[in-house]
């Protein structure tokens, strides 16, 4: 099956051009085009297609500019240029170069050659390309993800563009060529085929869900391994993690089995120097292997052979700016237009990945059950009936007498992990008498006291930071504040208090730790700043568990899985006395950790959205502005689907839920709509999205909307 069947909109749009003819009173901001003639154009293909820098849908497009003589040899594309445009002197990358122009008018000259390195390849322009075409955005904006900030200095190293890639080929030392009998993949039935695969230099497709996160058989080793036979077979590889912490980890793995000149870091958080420098290297071919965080999926790797994504599930691989893609389906397009291997791995597995594996699209890689019960550790429940009998408390205290006796018993052989769902103090505050939650005076935000001086701090909004000391109950007129919640530091105090002499080491917010060694110590972090044991966990507790569950998105249970396992995955095996104690109720997802089965939770998962026609089933656009915008922009897509034949599924317009500070929250009076439509005519729906928000903003006809498809925190 081609992946185009699978992820029906993935193949490369062109460029698209306004949807109706454009007005004359519509060309303001359009480059005035005469007939280009005349001696200072070059003489061979004169005329360059300059995509400018700017996020407005109706300037999509190419925009044809004559090639001054003096300019003739740095005029290539893929560089950066300067261009006027309605006056003004714009950014803009050149796309191509031809012959002609359809314009049949005289062209205004490149203004500018910034640099004349191409640091847009013919490979990244089709990817943007396809990006922006999935997600019903413009190409600038991807641009401005996938090529980084210039610094002018690293570029007077950069090799001459006649100059060849540096070989990549050749086995590196220490990289798994075969047999396969050392190699951490032997556990999992069908992992040693994949190697052999890729190293090979074939382009096999596989998900991965690693039973250990620590030592020798943990997931780095798992991907650098890959990374190396993929590297031994002549190819370049590009991986994606969610942030620095496995970044690093995954860089230490990969420097013992390929060689250091061959790999490329790319990370905003590295500063834009070291990003562009190594951005360079990877342009110039002399690094083969890219590894970072989301924009390192658009790096610019030479005969690329796989492509790799760790933990898509975590919401990091989701880019914060317009048109808000997801490095997984970066890398799946990629994969796509270049033939590469793609793999899939996590400890949990995303419906996404799911729907992959069950069109047939990618093959799972799995251990055998005994194997899995052997690797990983022994999981309790401390609300099952058997704990309930011995503990009648259990379903009410926040630390039952099960998790109190693993941490005990655990203390005694080594570090003991703790993972609470909220940072700070008390993240939450309720009125003693009526339970209401307790809201800021100022911006109604929730009232918390979040630092670490604990009981004695003055509760505080966490939007606004306005202290309250002199809150009253608008309800009942009580003065007297409870915790809601309890956070991160209040659950280190109440463990310190249980286990005087035991060392508490806390991770949470912007003190997270990334390894702790494996002394006998409570280490208590937030969700997702779980930090790597030496050896790994002696046990685990794994508290608010109910609260995590209950939150109000379609995702909750999925993400909280995710969490769940990727924290158990740090504790030693059950043969070595590894033991995790979930809080939570009786539940299917609890019931998946109990299992030791992420596949299964998320085939369950998967089924029952398709029943209902939920994403991932189904694509889904948001639409999200004033309500008169949203309803034209909504009318509009509606009317033109129809006429395609498009089966579309709406809901709303609803108001928008208002959350988090006022300064980062749209209008009070904003709505949206939701738009659903099938996988197989995505591609139809997603041209008539994009093409309708440009005339929308070519005509002015209507305030502009906020468009996202795909979106997690949608539902």
Same mark, same amino acid.
């Given at each position: 099956?081609?992946?185009?069947?699978?992820?029906?909109?993935?193949?490369?749009?062109?460029?698209?051009?306004?949807?109706?003819?454009?007005?004359?009173?519509?060309?303001?901001?359009?480059?005035?085009?005469?007939?280009?003639?005349?001696?200072?154009?070059?003489?061979?293909?004169?005329?360059?297609?300059?995509?400018?820098?700017?996020?407005?849908?109706?300037?999509?497009?190419?925009?044809?500019?004559?090639?001054?003589?003096?300019?003739?040899?740095?005029?290539?594309?893929?560089?950066?240029?300067?261009?006027?445009?309605?006056?003004?002197?714009?950014?803009?990358?050149?796309?191509?170069?031809?012959?002609?122009?359809?314009?049949?008018?005289?062209?205004?000259?490149?203004?500018?050659?910034?640099?004349?390195?191409?640091?847009?390849?013919?490979?990244?322009?089709?990817?943007?390309?396809?990006?922006?075409?999935?997600?019903?955005?413009?190409?600038?904006?991807?641009?401005?993800?996938?090529?980084?900030?210039?610094?002018?200095?690293?570029?007077?190293?950069?090799?001459?563009?006649?100059?060849?890639?540096?070989?990549?080929?050749?086995?590196?030392?220490?990289?798994?060529?075969?047999?396969?009998?050392?190699?951490?993949?032997?556990?999992?039935?069908?992992?040693?085929?994949?190697?052999?695969?890729?190293?090979?230099?074939?382009?096999?497709?596989?998900?991965?869900?690693?039973?250990?996160?620590?030592?020798?058989?943990?997931?780095?080793?798992?991907?650098?391994?890959?990374?190396?036979?993929?590297?031994?077979?002549?190819?370049?590889?590009?991986?994606?993690?969610?942030?620095?912490?496995?970044?690093?980890?995954?860089?230490?793995?990969?420097?013992?089995?390929?060689?250091?000149?061959?790999?490329?870091?790319?990370?905003?958080?590295?500063?834009?120097?070291?990003?562009?420098?190594?951005?360079?290297?990877?342009?110039?071919?002399?690094?083969?292997?890219?590894?970072?965080?989301?924009?390192?999926?658009?790096?610019?790797?030479?005969?690329?052979?796989?492509?790799?994504?760790?933990?898509?599930?975590?919401?990091?691989?989701?880019?914060?700016?317009?048109?808000?893609?997801?490095?997984?389906?970066?890398?799946?397009?990629?994969?796509?237009?270049?033939?590469?291997?793609?793999?899939?791995?996590?400890?949990?597995?995303?419906?996404?990945?799911?729907?992959?594996?069950?069109?047939?699209?990618?093959?799972?890689?799995?251990?055998?059950?005994?194997?899995?019960?052997?690797?990983?550790?022994?999981?309790?429940?401390?609300?099952?009936?058997?704990?309930?009998?011995?503990?009648?408390?259990?379903?009410?205290?926040?630390?039952?007498?099960?998790?109190?006796?693993?941490?005990?018993?655990?203390?005694?052989?080594?570090?003991?992990?703790?993972?609470?769902?909220?940072?700070?103090?008390?993240?939450?505050?309720?009125?003693?008498?009526?339970?209401?939650?307790?809201?800021?005076?100022?911006?109604?935000?929730?009232?918390?006291?979040?630092?670490?001086?604990?009981?004695?701090?003055?509760?505080?909004?966490?939007?606004?930071?306005?202290?309250?000391?002199?809150?009253?109950?608008?309800?009942?007129?009580?003065?007297?504040?409870?915790?809601?919640?309890?956070?991160?530091?209040?659950?280190?105090?109440?463990?310190?208090?249980?286990?005087?002499?035991?060392?508490?080491?806390?991770?949470?917010?912007?003190?997270?730790?990334?390894?702790?060694?494996?002394?006998?110590?409570?280490?208590?972090?937030?969700?997702?700043?779980?930090?790597?044991?030496?050896?790994?966990?002696?046990?685990?507790?794994?508290?608010?568990?109910?609260?995590?569950?209950?939150?109000?998105?379609?995702?909750?249970?999925?993400?909280?899985?995710?969490?769940?396992?990727?924290?158990?995955?740090?504790?030693?095996?059950?043969?070595?006395?590894?033991?995790?104690?979930?809080?939570?109720?009786?539940?299917?997802? !609890?019931?998946? &950790? @109990?299992?030791?089965?992420? +596949?299964?939770? %998320?085939?369950?998962?998967?089924? #029952? =959205? *398709?029943?209902?026609?939920?994403?991932?089933?189904?694509?889904?656009?948001?639409?999200?502005?004033?309500?008169?915008?949203?309803?034209?922009?909504?009318?509009?897509?509606?009317?033109?689907?129809?006429?395609?034949?498009?089966?579309?599924?709406?809901?709303?317009?609803?108001?928008?839920?208002?959350?988090?500070?006022?300064?980062?929250?749209?209008?009070?009076?904003? !709505?949206?709509? &939701? @738009?659903?439509?099938?996988? +197989?005519?995505? %591609?139809?729906?997603?041209?008539? #999205? =994009? *093409?309708?928000?440009?005339?929308?903003?070519?005509?002015?006809?209507?305030?502009?909307?906020?468009?996202?498809?795909?979106?997690?925190?949608?539902?």
């Amino acid at each position: 099956m081609e992946v185009a069947n699978v992820v029906a909109d993935n193949s490369a749009q062109p460029f698209l051009d306004l949807p109706a003819p454009v007005q004359p009173s519509l060309l303001q901001g359009f480059p005035s085009r005469k007939q280009h003639t005349g001696p200072q154009f070059a003489a061979h293909l004169p005329v360059a297609r300059v995509l400018v820098e700017s996020s407005l849908p109706h300037l999509d497009r190419p925009f044809d500019y004559g090639v001054p003589a003096a300019l003739d040899e740095d005029a290539r594309p893929g560089v950066r240029v300067k261009v006027k445009f309605n006056g003004q002197d714009l950014s803009g990358f050149i796309m191509e170069r031809v012959a002609e122009s359809d314009a049949g008018h005289t062209l205004l000259p490149l203004a500018k050659i910034v640099s004349p390195v191409a640091v847009l390849t013919p490979e990244i322009r089709d990817l943007v390309t396809a990006v922006a075409a999935r997600y019903a955005g413009t190409v600038s904006d991807v641009l401005r993800v996938a090529v980084p900030p210039r610094v002018a200095r690293l570029e007077k190293t950069y090799p001459d563009s006649g100059e060849s890639p540096a070989d990549g080929t050749g086995e590196p030392a220490g990289a798994v060529t075969g047999p396969w009998g050392d190699s951490a993949w032997t556990i999992y039935r069908t992992g040693p085929a994949f190697l052999r695969h890729l190293n090979e230099g074939a382009s096999p497709r596989a998900v991965l869900s690693p039973l250990q996160g620590h030592g020798s058989a943990g997931w780095p080793q798992l991907l650098a391994e890959a990374i190396a036979a993929a590297y031994a077979s002549g190819r370049g590889t590009v991986v994606v993690v969610p942030d620095n912490r496995d970044l690093d980890r995954l860089e230490e793995a990969v420097g013992a089995l390929v060689p250091d000149h061959a790999v490329a870091r790319l990370t905003a958080d590295d500063g834009p120097t070291p990003r562009y420098r190594n951005f360079l290297r990877l342009l110039a071919g002399t690094a083969r292997v890219a590894i970072g965080t989301r924009s390192a999926a658009y790096a610019p790797v030479a005969d690329l052979g796989l492509v790799v994504c760790w933990d898509d599930g975590d919401d990091l691989h989701i880019e914060q700016r317009a048109p808000y893609a997801h490095a997984r389906e970066v890398l799946l397009l990629r994969a796509e237009q270049a033939g590469a291997a793609c793999l899939l791995a996590g400890h949990a597995r995303s419906t996404e990945v799911q729907r992959l594996v069950e069109t047939g699209w990618a093959l799972p890689v799995d251990a055998d059950r005994t194997l899995v019960r052997r690797t990983v550790p022994r999981v309790v429940n401390t609300a099952d009936s058997f704990e309930q009998e011995r503990d009648p408390l259990a379903g009410i205290a926040r630390l039952p007498g099960a998790a109190w006796r693993a941490a005990k018993e655990g203390l005694e052989r080594g570090p003991v992990l703790v993972q609470v769902a909220r940072a700070g103090y008390a993240p939450s505050l309720v009125c003693d008498t009526c339970r209401e939650p307790a809201r800021c005076g100022a911006c109604q935000g929730p009232l918390a006291v979040a630092g670490a001086s604990g009981a004695s701090a003055l509760p505080q909004c966490r939007w606004c930071s306005t202290p309250a000391p002199d809150w009253h109950c608008t309800h009942c007129s009580s003065r007297k504040l409870r915790r809601g919640a309890t956070g991160v530091i209040r659950t280190a105090e109440e463990l310190g208090r249980a286990f005087p002499g035991k060392t508490v080491i806390m991770s949470s917010g912007d003190q997270v730790k990334a390894r702790v060694t494996g002394g006998k110590a409570l280490v208590v972090a937030t969700v997702g700043a779980e930090p790597v044991a030496e050896g790994g966990y002696a046990a685990a507790l794994l508290l608010d568990g109910d609260s995590l569950l209950r939150r109000e998105t379609l995702r909750a249970g999925e993400d909280t899985v995710r969490r769940w396992f990727n924290a158990a995955s740090l504790v030693r095996p059950a043969a070595e006395g590894g033991l995790v104690v979930i809080t939570a109720a009786d539940t299917v997802a !609890v019931g998946a &950790l @109990l299992r030791w089965d992420p +596949a299964g939770y %998320a085939q369950r998962e998967l089924s #029952l =959205r *398709a029943e209902l026609q939920l994403p991932p089933a189904v694509r889904v656009a948001s639409v999200t502005g004033p309500r008169a915008a949203v309803e034209h922009f909504s009318g509009a897509v509606a009317a033109q689907l129809e006429q395609s034949g498009v089966r579309l599924r709406t809901a709303g317009p609803a108001p928008v839920i208002l959350s988090g500070p006022p300064s980062t929250r749209r209008s009070a009076e904003d !709505v949206r709509t &939701l @738009l659903f439509f099938p996988y +197989a005519q995505a %591609a139809a729906a997603t041209r008539v #999205l =994009r *093409a309708t928000r440009a005339a929308t903003a070519a005509k002015r006809s209507a305030e502009p909307v906020q468009l996202r498809l795909d979106g997690v925190d949608v539902l």
